[in-house]
């Protein structure tokens, strides 16, 4: 199960972003058109999955450097 997310690098709109923020059995997540939800939905299905293509496809534009979150 996935605890914590920290930072997210390079993640669509997310150039570097510290988050540091404890998740428990239920979230909810919401906010305004083109604020990150879906990349943190891409991010969660990445770790459950062990598939890192929901975050590489996210790559920041204009980017130089992979896309990261831990």
């Keep these: 199960m996935l605890k914590k997310?920290?930072?997210i690098k390079n993640v669509?709109?997310?150039q570097h972003e510290r988050?540091?923020?404890?998740?428990?059995g239920f979230n909810l997540v919401f906010g305004?058109?083109?604020c990150g939800k879906t990349?943190?939905?891409?991010i969660?299905?990445?770790v459950a999955k062990n598939e890192p293509g929901y975050i590489?496809?996210?790559k920041t534009v204009d980017s130089s450097s992979d896309p990261e979150a831990k």
């Design 5 to 7: 997310l920290i930072y």
């Design 44 to 46: 969660m299905h990445s």
């Design 12 to 14: 669509a709109r997310f």
């Design 56 to 58: 590489t496809e996210r």
């Design 19 to 24: 988050c540091d923020f404890d998740l428990k």
């Design 32 to 34: 305004e058109n083109g």
């Design 39 to 42: 990349t943190v939905s891409a």
